[in-house]
């Protein structure tokens, strides 16, 4: 059986079986199944690299969805994942703890700014929001209040679950449809003016007695299309939110550990939110692995003799061993070199060649914000078409809405950023 296994995952053994079959059996995420193109089977990473079943090597021009920072198979966390699944892989967060959760949770509480101290570990980005709001309404439970809406803003996107589905975008064509089936909360506009800024303190002040937390991506919005934001409006929120006490939750899935540019998008703000959540990166993009990290006096409003006080939540794979051993690995790595000097040096080498798409008519805007280089399009109605092209030109690239995005692996050369780039300007008719 253990042969058999390990031939089971060796890429170099496999045939089409295995492809042919399992498509028979999948269902695959934000894809309708019957109109689908065949998706491009992968069997293998490297570096900033994805190998196809057949050969062909493919730059990864979205780190997997934001987050192989480190890009694939970095050595450093692969040996710190063999040396913790040859120990432990897991074992139960309910009256056991691990040392490598608890040094994850120590570690946290060192990068994250003012008092963010106390970490509660789960499994998926989406969890870790569900976790923050559910912590949010009890706060105000545990002090006596009734508080169970949420003020969220238009264009933000917090995860597939009915939770984080009520507090993102309802016109988002991905949820759009389940809009009368989520918990209603209270939807406005980013402030992005001080005049907006003031209208926002009024409109939090107005409904502050139902509001439990206000929940935001920070400087980007990312999956309603890569919308950008100042720090301006993050301080505003703060601003209004300790006005009116109210709690509020920044979401760094996308933005945490250096894609907007600095170690935490919050970081450009100067801001401490009561909850952050995180994932993505966390674990370097090599396990599931998420954190809401609270403030203390979050935690103080739980920490009592009642036990009805106490907070029930427990994902099973809570303080995975072997993921939380892959994110001090990954923390390690991100405190070996400056990290912001190599976003840095993205920022400005994708700035100049994805500039050059601005003179393309189909064209509406070129936009960098740290690692995320966005093409924003007047049409998106061809935008579907364009993906097969960015394979013929050996890059990993995923549009969608009306934009052509690239959020690269952090390590990512010159040399391979430029094929990214150049890719995105040949397809929109460059030469």
């Not at 939540?313 to 303080?319: L, R, V």
């Not at 190599?342 to 920022?347: D, L, Q």
Request: proline share 5%; aromatic share 10%; with cysteine.
């Amino acid at each position: 059986m253990i042969s058999l296994a390990l031939h089971r995952l060796n890429p170099m053994k496999m045939n089409s079986d295995w492809y042919t079959k399992g498509m028979e059996h999948i269902w695959l995420p934000y894809t309708q199944m019957k109109t689908m193109k065949d998706p491009q089977p992968v069997i293998a990473t490297e570096g900033v690299r994805l190998r196809l079943a057949d050969g062909t090597e493919l730059i990864d021009g979205i780190s997997s969805w934001w987050a192989a920072v480190h890009g694939y198979n970095h050595p450093h966390i692969m040996e710190a994942m063999k040396t913790q699944i040859e120990v432990m892989p897991h074992s139960m967060f309910g009256g056991l703890v691990n040392e490598p959760a608890l040094e994850l949770a120590t570690r946290l509480a060192g990068l994250l700014p003012g008092d963010l101290n106390k970490s509660f570990f789960a499994e998926s980005g989406s969890v870790s929001v569900e976790i923050a709001m559910k912590m949010a309404v009890q706060y105000y439970m545990n002090k006596g209040e009734t508080r169970s809406k949420f003020v969220h803003f238009r264009d933000t996107y917090h995860g597939d679950t009915f939770g984080a589905m009520a507090v993102g975008d309802p016109e988002d064509g991905m949820h759009s449809k389940f809009s009368d089936v989520v918990d209603k909360n209270l939807l406005t506009d980013l402030p992005r003016t001080e005049a907006e800024a003031t209208e926002f303190k009024a409109f939090l002040k107005e409904n502050a007695h139902t509001v439990a937390a206000v929940i935001t991506e920070p400087l980007v919005q990312g999956a309603c299309g890569m919308i950008f934001h100042k720090p301006e409006t993050l301080r505003w929120i703060r601003e209004a939110c300790d006005e009116a006490d109210v709690l509020f939750i920044v979401d760094e899935i996308f933005t945490g550990f250096y894609r907007t540019g600095s170690r935490f998008a919050i970081d450009q703000a100067g801001i401490v939110p009561d909850m952050i959540t995180l994932s993505k990166a966390l674990s370097g993009g090599v396990s599931p692995l998420s954190v809401c990290v609270a403030r203390d006096k979050i935690f103080d409003a739980f920490y009592d003799e009642d036990p009805d006080k106490a907070f029930m939540h427990g994902p099973t794979y809570m303080g995975h061993a072997l993921g939380c051993a892959a994110a001090n690995a990954s923390l390690d790595l991100f405190e070996a070199e400056d990290y912001e000097a190599k976003v840095s040096a993205i920022a400005a080498q994708m700035e100049s060649e994805l500039g050059a798409c601005r003179s393309f008519d189909c064209v509406k805007e070129v936009r960098v914000q740290g690692a995320i280089g966005v093409v924003q399009l007047h049409d998106a109605a061809k935008l579907d078409a364009l993906k097969p092209l960015f394979v013929e030109k050996g890059v990993w690239i995923r549009p969608f809405l009306d934009i052509i995005y690239l959020t690269p692996p952090l390590i990512i050369t010159p040399e391979d950023l430029r094929v990214l780039t150049r890719a995105i300007f040949e397809v929109l008719g460059g030469k």
